[in-house]
């Protein structure tokens, strides 16, 4: 099988991660949530009693976080299953903070790479086209209106049993996409040769049905070349 690197950009909330997740199942792909290794980080640095902003006393706990991503989307935090906790809006109100220092990147990109050396992966995040994959097969820009994005996140909180609010959720997502696209390394923006998919007026099936479309016809140009 021809091996394939898929990179999903975008804003907080566009859909990416289940795109993603479905792409990968129907392709047989390794998906990589990048997110939810921010996410578990920031988990732990709140439950050290770490301010989020206060990069020095977060940098100084990088190394003492074993981050795993597990099959079925079970995120592990030093043995602990924290794949709900990630989730909730303590941590998604922080986790821009720590994804802008630097040196907790250039960790977990680390280990990001490490996960697509082998193996045909579908890896969603910020900054995976125009860093943490440059060579990646396809690129993908998954963009949304703020209110929809808001909405859907909303919903799939609500679905979920996690308590929030749709204004709390709105102000959360523009704060998050100001810090995520205004920080100085690696941050959020379309690689220049990313294909852009506004999916504010697209069923989950058409947008994952055009990913599959641009996959397939990499995959034929590559194996014409080979
Ligand atoms: O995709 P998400 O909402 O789970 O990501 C959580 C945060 O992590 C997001 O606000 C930005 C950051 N992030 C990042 O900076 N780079 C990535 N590759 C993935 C996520």
Not at 21 to 43: H, L, N, S
Not at 76 to 105: F, L, T
Not at 116 to 137: C, E, F, Q
Request: charged share 30%; hydrophobic share 40%.
């Amino acid at each position: 099988m021809t091996k394939i690197a898929v990179a999903i950009d975008g804003p907080a909330a566009a859909g990416k991660s289940t795109v993603a997740k479905k792409v990968a199942e129907i392709k047989g792909y390794t998906y990589i949530d990048t997110g939810a290794m921010y996410r578990a980080f920031t988990w732990y640095c709140l439950e050290k009693g770490i301010d989020c902003q206060d990069e020095a006393a977060c940098v100084a706990l990088i190394t003492k976080v074993n981050i795993e991503l597990k099959p079925n989307h079970v995120v592990i935090c030093n043995g602990k299953d924290v794949s709900r906790e990630i989730r909730e809006p303590r941590v998604s109100s922080q986790v821009s903070y720590i994804a802008s220092y630097k040196d907790i990147r250039l960790a977990l990109v680390e280990l990001q790479r490490k996960m697509a050396d082998t193996d045909s992966v579908i890896m969603d995040g910020r900054d995976i086209g125009t860093y943490v994959l440059p060579n990646a097969d396809v690129k993908i820009f998954q963009i949304a209106s703020v209110e929809t994005r808001a909405v859907r996140r909303y919903e799939e909180n609500i679905s979920k049993g996690i308590q929030c609010t749709l204004e709390e959720i709105d102000a959360d997502v523009r704060k998050r996409d100001y810090i995520d696209s205004h920080r100085e390394f690696a941050p959020l923006k379309a690689a220049p040769d990313s294909v852009l998919l506004d999916t504010s007026y697209m069923t989950v099936d058409e947008v994952v049905q055009n990913v599959i479309d641009i996959i397939d016809a990499k995959i034929e140009e590559k194996e014409k070349r080979a």
